[in-house]
């Protein structure tokens, strides 16, 4: 599963060839979340309240490059690293 980002224990991947709808996987410690790319509900899964403000922080700075990377994983390519919350 390739990581694309990585900020304040957080780690967002993506995995290759996944089931719509376009989402990203988030890790925080013990918790994992799958997180939709459009709306930025959590699809499966839950993450701490203050990990989920930074990930949606996060993801709605960058919604063309998750949902080019969303597509570069379904086409089974190398997906590009998204910059960090800083």
Same mark, same amino acid.
């Given at each position: $599963?390739?990581? &694309? !980002?990585?900020?304040?224990? /957080?780690? &967002?991947? $993506? @995995?290759?060839? %996944?089931?719509?709808?376009?989402?990203?996987?988030?890790? @925080?410690?013990?918790?994992?979340?799958?997180? *939709? &790319?459009? !709306?930025?509900? &959590?699809?499966?899964? +839950?993450?701490?309240?203050? *990990? =989920?403000?930074?990930?949606?922080?996060?993801? +709605? +700075?960058?919604?063309?490059?998750?949902?080019?990377?969303?597509?570069?994983?379904? %086409?089974?390519?190398? =997906?590009?690293? /998204? *910059?960090? =919350?800083?």
């Amino acid at each position: $599963m390739p990581e &694309i !980002s990585r900020f304040f224990g /957080i780690i &967002i991947t $993506m @995995y290759f060839n %996944d089931h719509p709808p376009p989402h990203f996987h988030a890790r @925080y410690g013990n918790h994992k979340a799958l997180v *939709a &790319i459009d !709306s930025l509900t &959590i699809l499966r899964g +839950s993450l701490p309240p203050r *990990a =989920l403000g930074l990930v949606v922080e996060w993801a +709605s +700075s960058h919604p063309a490059e998750l949902l080019e990377d969303w597509q570069l994983a379904c %086409d089974q390519a190398p =997906l590009k690293k /998204i *910059a960090p =919350l800083e």
